[in-house]
């Protein structure tokens, strides 16, 4: 069985935090890392201002529906140490993104322990975040559009770390 971690670093969205918890839930991803400035739901010792956090929180829970309340999830600010944390317990970091050193999903064989980075909505995962990884992997596109949207994107790739061989 597959140990898969999911690490969404820098995006904006509430709306794509919450969905993108009840996608990790529903593939049985073991835990969702919000990291940088990544909205994040109610935490028990939360530091935010309790109109701020509660705010998020209800954003997050519209397209979450629960999920955000059955997946272990874990807000970190540093992506970097969180990254040096999972190399230590023997993840292979993967980034999901665009580029010529980027290998086809398809292609792609998930090792046993594997955490996969999505990146901001629009620009992507960071060079310095990649710097980081140890794979880079790629949707290929067909259409016209250069990139799916994040959670979209981390659905395809989440699915294909679960049940390809």
């Known amino acids: 069985m597959r140990h898969i971690v999911l690490i969404a670093h820098n995006l ?3 709306h794509n935090v919450g969905s993108l918890l009840r996608t ?7 835990r969702v890392y919000l990291t940088g ?30 999920a955000e309340k059955t997946i272990k999830w874990q807000h970190r600010e540093n992506v970097a140490h969180l990254i040096d944390e999972l190399h230590r317990e023997k993840y292979l970091i993967a980034a999901l993104e665009q580029g010529p050193e980027a290998v086809k999903l398809s292609t792609f064989h998930a090792p046993e322990r594997l955490a996969l980075i999505v990146g901001r909505e629009v620009e992507g995962v960071e060079t310095e975040v990649l710097t980081l990884a140890d794979q880079i992997i790629e949707i290929p596109m067909f259409g016209r559009k250069e990139s799916f949207n994040v959670v979209q994107a981390a659905a395809m790739a989440l699915y294909h770390c679960r049940f390809m061989v």
């Not at 990790?24 to 073991?30: P, R, S």
């Not at 400035?37 to 629960?66: E, F, M, N, S």
């Open 12 to 14: 904006r969205s509430s």
């Open 24 to 30: 990790a839930e529903g593939l049985g991803v073991e």
């Open 37 to 66: 400035y990544t909205p994040y739901p109610l935490a028990p010792d939360d530091d935010r201002l309790p109109h701020i956090a509660q705010k998020v929180d209800k954003q997050i829970a519209k397209t979450a529906l629960g």
